[in-house]
């Protein structure tokens, strides 16, 4: 199939290197410490954070830093017809287990021993990509939430496909069965927190298509920062200083 | 940049499901034209000086695609709505435009109107998809004509009647293509248009006056969701249909689901299919099966006849079946074993343009110029088709290619358009590029691109080259090459030394072409496609460019040439001790032909170091073979012929058998031996993406009719392995020397083709080579002319670490792909070897009628067919005249293979010989062929 025509246009209308429109709120789960909304395009994932607070499982103490817990779901409604997932499947325990490691890679869970950070995220709306969104939403949320960390860990996928290196995959472009790598960046200490990728790539081909997905991350970073930076002064605003 | 969503209803599997895609809108999409003052023209294809452009709607990309490739038609905006509609419909034609469109020389533009903010319509509500596109391709012109100004005239070219009146409606220049192309004021493009189908115009334009004719010819086909659901019940069946080489009213069906050949008879059932349409047929009750009466050959005269004469009777099947079937014919009415059917719906057409030429007839007076003719196509499976055409007089005598349009029910031929006229009938460089182009083979110069990627000339072998680690140096070596007299792309040669323990050192060097073709580029996407160089009698057409065929890869003598060697240790006993692969530098010492060799071998007064060496090799090479034969390789027969041309006129002075020399086989042998040697090693290396080379075991209804012939004359054959079938030929020793050569070319001819696959593809039990006898092959010596070899250069180098695996490789759907292609272009090449053989024993025999022996291979009902040894010819013979035909003078003994007068005064039976006579005649004209007659 063709995923790129001869013009330079994906089936979407958007060139190779060019991301979904994103968008990030802060703040829609007023209970939680700190939450998120992040969409790219027709992804949208919203995250939720509880903590650093006492331990609900005595026997899960660390005493030198915090738990950091992490429970991904999709809604039911979130593909619509396309598949109904139930909860504690295989995909969504190993999802979790990814975002898990990659917050406690930037959480400076040191600083806060002896507690536990739980961080909820649910795909409302699910079109490729849904990994990157979950950890961009988890990364605002723990923001919100005000909890330290070394650097705001962004997260993109990128392709292969008919030998063009593609950013941000669709759900149609995902579902091709090509090369899709998902990478996890910490864009100001430029460290790689994360890094998948199903079925297989020359290696060269590998670093072009890394490439642009780290400058995919770094473009999200900015976007998160500014949302944040709006979001902060919004704060300040508010308390009258 | 806007952002918009789209919504779209999907059907998968039946079910109904909302489907949410995003569809971005921008502002950086581009008009194309070089002359535009807002846009960004570094991407603008139109031509500068553009003074109408032309924007194309669905259905005349769809139905003038001949038209559009014809470099008249220039300044085009193909839209992307109208590019993807083409795609949904006929992938065939949407490559053929995507071809104009990357064709730098063509003024097409592909302008993305539904990505573009301004050009992009959403459907309105109770508007169909149709609708929907038609006004996106008048938005599109609109926007066009706004954006480029009054400077330049921007046309709609539509046939579609709705859509040109609301285009006139909103202000658009609208045309149809036949409007146009009058304005161009070019007869010659009038012949390139399709003619509308005749339930839109009236019938008396197409047709001949006559009122008798305009009767319903074919029943209708059913329309495809009464198919479907007969599919569904079982009582309809899907299968390609097959017509028969010999006899174009006999067709079958290869079911699937009946497991059985529905065969067809007479157009009236074949209903309006082609040969490799996939059709619908319904199996006859049974009473109405066509019964089985012996097998004939039908005459070519024969088509022009009514329908009647040929329903019944004359069936010529290409293997005979075994029902039993004795006594007189035509009486006895035994109904037939294999069910009969007929077409009652077609799922897809195979039409493509055919070769072929007009039968001649007397100009039209009047009627405007315009005169309808019939073209009669070189292949005798396709019915003839209906043309109109301005240019009668210059088409009568030429070669022409014609493409299908459509056929409907009333008329008896389909119709179809004038695309190409090759040159004239009977010259001899037409009939060989109708012969190319029948092989679909790319027989056009190499583009600037490819050419570009050749290294510069003269080249040489440079000190880098020398000093490269990866590359030995070997040309201390005594490297020699032999080859057939004459060849100029030498890709082997070999060497020998015997070593100081009594064992020889065998060096096999190959030319090392993937150091000049790389992957990637224009040079080796061309031969990819290409995929084999073709040698046709007078001609060769190159996989790769001449100078590195010629030149810069051919290994001749006294130059340095780069080289990928194989070598081996061996014992006298020719045993490999070890193997070892590099890529070199040799420098061969001598270019041996074939006849040389084998003199200098003879001469057992010539006592030179290569004379040595030859004999070494010969020796071992003999042990090779030996053993090659006891494990089970057969020695199969095929009637090769070589021509002496002339080499002023080209024509052929001689044909004469392909002899077999010691040589040849000595140089085979170690050929083989490099194959298997390199196809063990790549796949140890690589066992899922290395390309090899299987030859599959033939079924025994395979070697059938082989069993029969070897029946009837006494000889008993042991199929049951390829050792037993090997030794069981070389006892099949008849009365005369040329026996077992018949034998063994009948034996050929009922095997499968050896094919390339990639190995990922299938099991290792499935690698089994059987002519070969080999568990593994594959082809590595002749890179120059095959594509195969290239592919196994690469593997090679890679597995010994020289350098990176392409990335080919990495997709083993890719490389299955290429395998097919390859097998395509082989056996394309093959057949149009064969065909260019055939074209020259025409034109050999056109001077001079021959008496000869002749062999019986085949026994027909009303004839037989014959082989001729000396010419390598097989044709029918004719025992009974056209008139007499049916009376059941002769009759068939299916068992004993013989073909006896009812008297009993004259029999004829298989592998007999006959003395014939051979002699050119033209029974319809512009068809001649050759005619063997019994003396």
């Known amino acids: ?241 | 940049m806007l952002h918009n969503k789209s919504f779209a209803k999907k059907t998968r599997a039946g079910k109904v499901t909302k489907q949410l895609r995003e569809h971005y809108l921008r502002d950086d999409i581009y008009c194309g034209a070089p002359f535009c003052t807002v846009c960004n023209t570094s991407g603008a294809r139109l031509s500068a000086t553009a003074s109408t452009v032309l924007v194309l709607d669905t259905n005349v990309v769809l139905n003038q695609i001949d038209l559009l490739e014809n470099p008249a038609i220039e300044d085009v905006v193909v839209l992307s709505i109208v590019l993807e509609e083409v795609k949904n419909k006929n992938l065939a034609v949407y490559n053929r435009v995507r071809a104009i469109c990357s064709n730098p020389k063509r003024n097409f533009f592909v302008f993305s109107n539904e990505y573009h903010r301004e050009t992009f319509v959403k459907e309105m509500t109770g508007e169909t998809k149709n609708d929907r596109n038609d006004r996106a391709i008048r938005v599109a012109a609109q926007w066009y004509q706004n954006h480029l100004g009054g400077a330049v005239k921007v046309l709609l070219i539509t046939n579609d009647k709705g859509n040109k009146r609301k285009a006139s409606e909103e202000g658009i220049f609208a045309e149809t293509v036949e409007s146009y192309v009058k304005s161009l004021d070019r007869p010659d493009l009038l012949d390139l248009l399709v003619r509308p189908a005749s339930e839109d115009v009236d019938m008396e334009e197409v047709e001949d006056l006559r009122p008798s004719k305009r009767k319903v010819i074919y029943s209708e086909h059913k329309p495809m969701s009464e198919i479907t659901s007969g599919l569904h019940r079982g009582i309809y069946h899907q299968g390609k249909l097959r017509v028969n080489r010999y006899n174009p009213f006999e067709a079958y069906v290869g079911s699937e689901s009946i497991g059985d050949e529905v065969r067809v008879y007479g157009r009236s059932n074949m209903n309006r299919a082609f040969d490799g349409d996939i059709v619908a047929v319904e199996v006859l009750p049974r009473d109405q099966w066509h019964e089985e009466k012996s097998l004939s050959i039908v005459r070519e005269e024969d088509e022009d006849e009514d329908e009647d004469v040929h329903l019944a009777p004359n069936s010529a099947d290409d293997a005979p079946r075994t029902a039993p079937q004795q006594g007189s014919s035509g009486e006895v009415n035994v109904v037939s074993s294999r069910p009969s059917g007929c077409i009652v719906g077609i799922i897809k057409r195979n039409w493509h343009s055919y070769c072929g030429s007009l039968e001649p007839m007397p100009m039209p007076a009047g009627s405007g110029g315009i005169a309808h003719a019939l073209f009669v196509s070189k292949d005798r499976r396709i019915p003839k088709i209906r043309i109109q055409t301005r240019q009668l007089e210059n088409l009568l005598d030429k070669r022409i290619i014609v493409a299908v349009d459509s056929w409907d029910r009333q008329s008896r031929y389909p119709s179809g358009h004038y695309v190409q006229t090759i040159g004239e009938i009977g010259d001899r460089d037409t009939e060989s590029e109708l012969v190319l182009i029948e092989n679909d083979i790319n027989s056009r110069p190499f583009s600037s691109q490819v050419l570009a990627c050749l290294p510069p000339l003269p080249w040489s072998v440079s000190p880098e080259d020398l000093s490269n680690p990866i590359r030995q140096d070997l040309r201390h070596l005594r490297v020699f090459s032999v080859d057939p007299p004459g060849c100029k792309d030498i890709d082997d040669a070999l060497h020998c030394y015997a070593l100081p323990n009594g064992n020889y050192e065998v060096g096999v060097h190959i030319a090392d072409v993937t150091n000049f073709v790389h992957p990637g580029t224009p040079l080796d996407d061309e031969a990819t496609e290409r995929g084999t160089s073709v040698y046709l009698v007078e001609r060769r057409i190159d996989m790769l460019p001449k100078p590195l065929t010629e030149d810069i890869c051919s290994l001749r003598s006294d130059v340095e040439r780069l080289a990928f060697s194989v070598i081996w240790e061996m014992t006298p006993e020719a045993d490999i001790i070890s193997s070892r692969y590099t890529k070199s530098v040799i420098k061969s010492s001598a270019a041996l032909s074939y006849i040389e060799a084998q003199a200098r071998m003879d001469d057992s007064r010539l006592m030179d170091p290569v004379t040595t060496d030859l004999r070494n090799m010969n020796s071992l090479a003999k042990k090779m073979r030996s053993r090659r034969i006891e494990r089970g390789a057969l020695t199969l027969a095929s009637a090769e012929v070589k021509f002496q041309i002339d080499t002023e006129t080209h024509d052929p002075l001689d044909i004469g058998m392909y002899q077999i020399r010691e040589a040849n086989q000595m140089v085979e042998e170690f050929m083989l031996a490099a194959n298997v040697s390199v196809a063990e090693q790549i796949l140890k290396n690589f066992p899922l993406c290395s390309l090899l080379r299987r030859h599959p075991t033939p079924t025994r209804e395979m070697l059938e009719p082989l069993l029969c012939t070897a029946a009837a004359v006494g000889v008993h054959l042991d199929v049951s392995s390829s050792k037993a079938l090997a030794d069981s030929l070389d006892h099949a020793v008849g009365d005369d020397p040329y026996f077992n050569k018949l034998i063994r070319i009948l034996a050929t001819r009922c095997m499968t083709q050896a094919v390339y696959f990639c190995s990922g593809d299938l099991s290792p039990p499935e690698y089994h080579h059987y002519g070969l006898a080999s568990p593994l092959y594959t082809h590595f010596t002749s890179p120059i002319r095959r594509y195969a070899d290239v592919i196994v250069h690469r593997l090679l180098a890679a597995s010994l670490g020289i350098s990176k695996l392409p990335s080919v490789f990495h997709d083993r759907l890719q490389l299955t792909s290429i395998a097919d292609n390859l097998n395509y272009r082989h056996r394309n090449a093959q057949m149009a070897g064969r065909a260019s053989v055939e074209l020259h024993t025409l034109i050999y025999f056109r001077k001079r009628p021959t008496d000869t022996d002749a062999r019986i291979v085949k026994i027909r009902s009303n004839g037989f067919f014959v082989f001729v040894p000396k010419y390598g010819i097989e044709g029918p013979v004719y025992l009974t005249t056209k008139a007499e035909q049916g009376s059941g003078e002769w009759y068939v003994d299916e068992q004993q293979q013989k073909i006896k007068k009812m008297d009993g005064s004259l029999s004829y039976s298989i592998l007999q010989t006959v003395k014939i006579h051979m002699e050119v005649v033209e029974p319809q004209p512009n068809r001649p062929k050759l005619q063997l007659t019994l003396i």
């Open chain 1, 1 to 241: 199939m063709e995923f790129v025509s001869p013009e330079g246009l994906r089936l979407d209308g958007r060139r190779p290197m060019e991301m979904r429109q994103i968008r990030a709120e802060i703040g829609a789960v007023s209970k939680a410490d700190g939450s998120a909304v992040f969409e790219m395009g027709n992804t949208k994932v919203i995250a939720a954070v509880y903590g650093p607070r006492e331990l609900q499982n005595r026997s899960q103490q660390i005493s030198s830093q915090a738990l950091v817990r992490c429970e991904y779901s999709m809604a039911n409604f979130s593909t619509g017809d396309r598949m109904r997932k139930s909860k504690g499947d295989r995909r969504s325990t190993e999802i979790s287990l990814v975002i898990r490691q990659t917050m406690e890679a930037c959480i400076l869970t040191h600083l806060m021993p002896r507690s536990q950070i739980d961080i909820y995220v649910q795909v409302l709306q699910a079109d490729g990509g849904t990994r990157s969104a979950c950890i961009n939403a988890a990364t605002l949320a723990l923001a919100d939430a005000g909890i330290p960390m070394c650097d705001l860990v962004t997260s993109c996928s990128a392709g292969y496909l008919n030998t063009t290196p593609l950013l941000d995959l669709n759900y149609v472009e995902d579902s091709a069965g090509g090369p899709d790598v998902t990478l996890g960046i910490l864009p100001k200490l430029d460290k790689v927190t994360l890094l998948q990728m199903d079925s297989k790539l020359p290696i060269d081909i590998l670093e072009n298509v890394m490439q642009l997905a780290i400058e995919g991350c770094k473009a999200i970073a900015k976007y998160i920062r500014e949302v944040l930076l709006e979001n902060t002064k919004q704060l300040e605003y508010r308390r009258g200083v």
